[in-house]
């Protein structure tokens, strides 16, 4: 199973409902996820360092299998209630019960698409009579398994597909399914931690951008050697290891007063072909220090394009077919600096132009690339906390499943959690907007020790829900449909 879909899977779980208020287990979820290829050697003491590292001394295995348990739990809760569609499942083996043959289970996590043998067999703990049930009712598919799986091998034997990448010292690694390196490539300057900080996932992607059934590999680099004087480079590699083309983000703008036209890459995905064109390629871009933010599009050859800019950085990007109409749209989500809020962008692939409208802060147009047109430009209010300890407050990821999109809002830049949650339809009409827990624990304790005490209120609450909508209604403020 490829890298992205398990990605979106495990994003999608840790933006749900159901996860909302498990901090601790959605913790435990990202460290399993960014120790994927290399579970075998994944030992509960590094999981002990990163669950618990104000604790480490005090914490033994004996707690990181009680929150394996709770995970466990929650995963199953999660897919017999919301999740109950979703296209991947996630599991957690029980690494303390050996196999039939006396081996004992290495892996901490597995994902699988849903209805897959793998996908429905019994859980350690499920009750036998149940997972007889269950086995019996997966019996009728098996024959249509297997010949789809002697396909499915024998095209790996032709083709061993590339299907993640691993960073060893100075090296970058691809691997196929198994985990069996394919080819490496050698970078002198090595890679810069602070950009790979979250494993090299986020930084690579598989597709067919040759439509033969070969997947080229996207891989995002970043030097070591002096990093903040470097940008980030977008390199394409055939799946044999050749490389095709080097990609570079940003230009030099005259907004940048003579600073370096320094970019990095956060967001990269693949357009899905539509009828007879090639995919395409998105990336986006920020510049550091400064306020500019590209998202470009290319070719399969590493053409640009076309390119959008806004001015503020859009940390976050999500491709979804929002309105099901088989068209894939732009999601950006970050920082507008014009309005210091949290926005959320939405753009047409094929209408990717300009630069966004500043008007509250003229000083900070960009200018030269004609007027931009967004699909959708959002800003979401501001808690009093916020503006009390932050000059904005940011946009974390958005997801879309089956015409729902739920967004959340960073309140605390200097915490993970403290989130204003929303939910809409696929015509963005708010359905719901909520503060979790560790924003009301955080406001209470903030206002607790001010000189302006007071509880975070129903009325306070209620004033998220007014969403300034820049571009693509015809009201000032989104439309309401909470009941």
């Known amino acids: 199973m ?65 929150e394996m348990n709770r995970l466990r739990r929650s995963l199953d809760a999660y897919y017999e209630g919301e999740g109950k569609n979703d296209p991947v499942r996630i599991n957690l083996p ?94 002198p300057d090595g890679f810069w931690p602070d950009y790979y900080g979250q494993g090299v996932a986020p930084r690579i992607r598989f597709a067919d951008l040759e439509g033969k059934g070969h ?19 977008l390199i394409c590699y055939s799946d044999t290891g050749k490389e095709l083309w080097r990609w570079a983000p940003g230009r030099d703008l005259p907004e940048l007063e003579g600073s370096p036209a320094t970019f990095r890459t956060l967001g990269l995905a693949v ?41 503020g950085h859009l940390d976050h990007l999500t491709l979804a077919d929002i309105q099901g109409d088989g068209q894939e749209e732009i999601v950006a989500t970050g920082i507008s600096n014009g309005y210091r809020q949290a926005t959320l962008v939405v753009l047409d692939p094929n209408q990717v132009f300009g630069a966004s409208t ?54 605390c830049l200097q915490l993970s959690g403290c989130l204003i949650w929303y939910e809409f339809d696929r015509y963005f009409r708010l359905q719901s907007a909520m503060a979790d827990d560790q924003f009301r624990s955080a406001h209470a304790e903030f206002y607790l020790k001010s000189k302006n005490p007071h509880p975070f209120t129903k009325g306070e609450e209620a004033a998220f829900q007014k969403i300034r909508c820049l571009v693509g209604c015809t009201t000032e403020f989104l439309p309401i449909e909470i009941h």
């Open 2 to 66: 490829d890298s992205t879909s398990i990605r979106d899977q495990i994003g999608r779980v840790l933006r749900s409902q159901s996860f909302a208020n498990k901090g601790q287990l959605r913790k435990l979820l990202e460290i399993l996820f960014q120790n994927m290829n290399s579970q075998s050697s994944l030992k509960p003491d590094q999981v002990i360092k990163e669950l618990w590292p104000e604790e480490t001394r005090t914490k033994r295995s004996a707690d990181v299998a009680t």
């Open 358 to 411: 500043e008007a509250a802060r003229p000083e900070i147009q960009l200018h030269g690339m004609g007027v931009a047109a967004e699909k959708m430009r959002l800003l979401f209010p501001r808690s009093d906390l916020n503006q009390a300890l932050s000059v904005y407050n940011m946009g974390e990821e958005a997801t879309v499943d089956h015409g729902r999109i739920r967004f959340s809002v960073r309140e």
């Open 94 to 187: 029980n690494r303390s019960v050996s196999a039939a043959d006396g081996t004992q289970e290495k892996r901490w996590i597995i994902a699988k698409p849903r209805g897959t043998i793998e996908e429905n067999l019994p859980h350690a703990q499920d009750n036998p009579r149940r997972s007889l049930k269950r086995m019996i009712q997966t019996a009728a598919s098996i024959i249509v398994l297997l010949a789809a799986c002697f396909i499915f091998f024998r095209n790996l034997t032709i083709h061993d597909r590339p299907w993640s990448g691993r960073l060893d010292g100075a090296t970058l690694s691809v691997l196929n399914e198994e985990g069996k390196p394919l080819w490496s490539k050698s970078f």
């Open 271 to 311: 357009l899905k072909p539509k009828e007879k064109n090639s995919p395409r390629i998105v990336v986006s871009s920020y510049h550091d220090p400064s306020f500019p933010h590209q998202i470009a599009i290319l070719d399969p050859d590493g053409k640009k394009l076309s390119e959008y800019w806004h001015s």
């Open 215 to 233: 997947a080229s590999v996207l891989f995002l680099y970043h030097s070591a050697l002096n990093p903040r004087s470097h940008s980030s480079v």
